[in-house]
Every structure is written in C-alpha cells, then in structure tokens.
C-alpha cells in the first residue's frame, strides 16, 4: 500500500455531534490499480463520488471532521460489509455473502462499474482482495468508528452525514410522473437509521437552501447507513445523495461552470448541519 488507507479532516476544537464522511470519492488510481485495470480512465471512474470529499471539504472550519476514502470505489467498496464477496470475480470463493449487491457485480470488490462495464479480464484471488479490505476497508471503518465512539462520548449522541453522488439518470424517470428530478436524495432506511425529528430538521435545511428533495427513492441507504444508523443508541445516520449534474459534466467527470456556486452551497447547508449538533453555547465559526 503506497497511500494513507483514508484523509480525515478534523476540527481543532469539536463544536457538533454532525459528523460527516465520503466513502465514494476516492481517485488514487495509479496507487491502487497500478495500470492493472481493463477499462479507460473515464470508464474506471464512472462510479466514483467524484468530487464529494471537495463540496464538504470545509465542514472541519466549523466544528465538525470529515472522513473520506482515498482507495477507488472500483478497486474497494468502502460502503459493503467486508464479505460481501464476489465468487464471479474472487478465485476460492465458492459461495459468498449472496446480496443483490454481489449478484449485480458490485461486491466489496467490484467486478463491474457503470453502464455494467467489466473492470478486470480476469478473474483476482482471494489474497489480493483480503489485502485490499486489510488494507483499506478496515481502516476507514476503524476510524469512523473511532470517530462515532469519541463523538458521542463528548457529546452523548452523534449524526452521521454520508455523502454521496447520484447519476442525473438514476432520478430523471420520475419525470415521467410529472416529478421535478431532485437535487437530493435524503435515505434513513425507510425510518430506522435516525430519528424522524432529525431527519425534518435535516431536510427543512436542505430545502431552505433552494434544493428540490426527496427520501429514500431510489436510495434509502447503503451499508454504512444502516450498519451505523442506531437511533435507540443516540447515534442517528443519514445518506446524502447529490444530483451530480449540478457540478459536474457526468460524462467527462470533470467540474462544470456551477461548480463553485454549489459548493458555496453545500458549505452554507454544512454550517447548519453542523449547528444542529452543536450544544447550546455552540457557535459556527466565524
């Protein structure tokens, strides 16, 4: 392993409960893949959260840590339970954790990224891909662990903000019922990963800052949503899903013209996301 197994940015003084991380925006390609992958490097990419890690980058000024991935989500998917192996692709694994995530090709290690591209020719053994979990997948859920246990031990609870980015495609078939697509996708898992008051408060912000929103359609919340969304134990998690033509050209992955003006945006959404974790005497930093 050549990179650090994850990139925290963390607050010099912790004002909040709201915490957030970004398992999907990892881009160290060279240091992962090594040339080793079959596809282009736009076609290797399509499944990245590019950029996400960038639009909640200043959360850490304001009193709150970011955790992010700094491994591809085509080399290790950080948002999958650790055994949700692919026998399709992983030599020696004869019967894995069957989920429909496994069987559509996007295990823990992915066989596949968007548009159903195969990453790889050939098949890889089941020593490389425990060395990617050791490597990466461990480590980041180690330290948002960490990062959830210190939390609600200073504050007794925690929210947790999981960032992602969707494909305008993916929402844009609500069209089609006289539905404006949404900018965000707020996913509680149907109800059992926060609270309800939470989740409206939430909510309430994102549309105050001029966002179309919806909930848990057509995602409610991946693995890290649900495996650390635990309301009865004050600790609340909820997925964020960002409508990627917004900010960037889908289809280079590159920054499109609003870039800048909506991460301005997702930085003021930050600020009071950010507050609602904050104890009473709390203020957003100036």
């Known amino acids: 392993m050549k990179t650090q197994p994850y990139s925290i940015k963390s607050a010099v003084i912790q004002k909040s409960f709201t915490i957030f991380s970004s398992p999907h925006s990892g881009s160290y390609y060279d240091e992962t893949f090594e040339g080793n992958a079959d596809l282009e490097f736009v076609d290797l990419r399509s499944s990245e959260d590019a950029f996400v890690d960038e639009l909640f980058s200043d959360v850490n000024l304001y009193g709150s840590q970011l955790l992010s991935a700094v491994a591809p989500r085509s080399f290790v ?4 339970s650790f055994d949700e192996l692919d026998p399709k692709l992983i030599i020696g694994v004869k019967k894995g954790k069957e989920t429909n995530k496994v069987k559509s090709g996007l295990g823990v290690i992915p066989r596949l990224v968007a548009k159903d591209k195969s990453i790889n020719s050939e098949m890889i053994t089941l020593d490389e891909a425990k060395t990617r979990i050791n490597s990466y997948y461990f480590p980041y859920h180690e330290s948002l662990k960490n990062m959830l246990n210190e939390t609600k031990l200073k ?3 925690a929210l947790l903000i999981d960032c992602h980015s969707m494909p305008k495609s993916a929402v844009k078939s609500l069209e089609r019922f006289k539905y404006k697509s949404p900018d965000i996708v707020l996913g509680d898992c149907f109800g059992s990963s926060c ?3 939470i989740l409206e408060r939430v909510e309430n912000v994102i549309k105050a800052h001029g ?3 919806i909930r848990n359609y057509p995602f409610s919340g991946g693995y890290i949503t649900k495996h ?3 309301p009865d134990l004050n600790q609340h998690a909820l997925q964020i899903e960002i409508n990627r033509s917004l900010y960037m050209n889908e ?3 590159i920054k499109n013209n609003d870039f800048n003006e909506v991460k301005e945006k997702i930085r003021a959404i930050s600020i009071d996301l950010i507050q609602i974790g904050c104890q009473s005497e709390c203020l957003a930093a100036e």
């Open 77 to 80: 998917d950080l948002n999958r």
């Open 195 to 197: 609270s309800k008051e």
């Open 228 to 230: 650390y969304g635990r």
């Open 251 to 253: 289809k280079k992955i």
């Open 155 to 157: 504050f007794g609870s």
């Open 211 to 213: 966002f179309n929103v």
